[in-house]
C-alpha cells in the first residue's frame, strides 16, 4: 500500500487572512482523517504480521515411514499388474486391496465401466482387468499369506468368492473408500498430537516440537487427485514403479 503522507497544514495568519476560520476549521478536518487512516493501516499490518508469526509457529508434521502394507487402486492393476505380482512374491509386503477395487475391476472386466472409452481401447482395458481378478481369485485360493481384501469399513477378507459390498450410505466416492482403507492402518493417537512445548538453549522462546507419526500404509497410486487427498490426510503416497525402485524389487 502507498504510503500516506500527512502534511504540516500551517495555522498561521495568512491562512486565517486568506480563507478566514472556515478553512481552518476543513484544514483540521482533513488533518484528522488522514491520521486515522493512518492509524487504521498500522492496525491493519499488525494484523497481518500477527497471522504471518502465528504460521510461522504452526508445528511442522514428521511422517515415519516403514513400509509393511501397500494399498493399490484400481488403475494400479490396468497399468501395473506385473509389478504388483513382483512386490507380493518378494514377501517383504502385505498387498491390501479394498473391496472397491475389486468390484470396479469385476465390472471392467465384465466391460460394464468402459463406456467412456474408444473402442480398442475399451478391450485392451477390459481384458487386462480380467487377467487381474484371474490373478487375484488364484492368489486369495492359495490362501496367500501376503495378500487380504479390505472392506470400507475396515474389515479383513480371507476370501473373495463373495465380494458384493453394500456402500450406501458411505460419505465419498470411490477415491474415498480407498482412502478409508489406507486409514485402518493409521493408528494415531491424541497423544501424538499434544503440544510439547520446549525452550531453546539460546532463546527464551518457546517452540513446538514436529509431530512425528508412524505410517506402516503405502498408498499405490498414479491417479493426482487421490495422491491430493492421501497428502493431505498424512497418507503416504507412491505411483508402482518409483517404489518398486525404492523396494529394489527387480
Avoid at 493501516?41 to 497481518?48: G, P, T
Wanted: proline share 3%.
Amino acid at each position: 500500500e502507498e504510503d500516506v503522507v500527512i502534511e504540516d497544514f500551517e495555522e498561521d495568519s495568512e491562512a486565517e487572512g486568506s480563507g478566514g476560520e472556515d478553512d481552518i476549521r476543513e484544514l483540521r478536518a482533513k488533518k484528522l482523517a488522514l491520521a486515522r487512516k493512518i492509524a487504521e493501516q498500522q492496525r491493519r499490518q499488525e494484523k497481518i504480521q500477527a497471522v504471518l508469526e502465528d504460521q510461522s509457529q504452526m508445528r511442522q508434521m514428521e511422517l515415519e515411514i516403514r513400509p509393511l502394507f501397500l494399498v493399490p487402486d484400481t488403475n494400479g492393476f490396468i497399468d501395473h499388474l506385473a509389478s504388483l505380482a513382483r512386490l507380493l512374491e518378494s514377501r517383504k509386503y502385505i498387498l491390501v486391496v479394498p473391496l472397491i477395487v475389486i468390484n470396479e475391476l469385476d465390472g471392467l472386466a465384465k466391460g460394464q465401466e468402459t463406456d467412456h472409452r474408444a473402442g480398442g481401447y475399451a478391450r485392451v482395458v477390459q481384458e487386462k482387468a480380467r487377467k487381474s481378478i484371474e490373478f487375484l481369485e488364484r492368489r486369495f485360493e492359495s490362501r496367500d499369506s501376503c495378500l487380504r481384501a479390505l472392506t470400507s469399513r475396515g474389515n479383513e477378507l480371507e476370501s473373495i468368492a463373495f465380494r458384493s459390498e453394500d456402500i450406501t450410505g458411505q460419505l465419498g466416492n470411490n477415491d474415498d473408500l480407498i482412502l478409508s482403507c489406507c486409514l485402518h492402518y493409521c493408528k494415531d493417537k491424541a497423544k501424538d498430537f499434544m503440544p510439547t512445548s520446549k525452550v531453546k538453549s539460546c532463546s527464551l522462546t518457546p517452540t513446538e516440537e514436529p509431530i512425528r507419526l508412524l505410517r506402516e500404509v503405502v498408498l499405490l497410486t498414479d491417479d493426482r487427485n487421490l495422491r491430493v487427498k492421501a497428502l493431505t490426510r498424512n497418507v503416504p503416497v507412491r505411483d508402482i514403479p518409483a517404489f518398486l525402485t525404492w523396494a529394489q524389487v527387480g
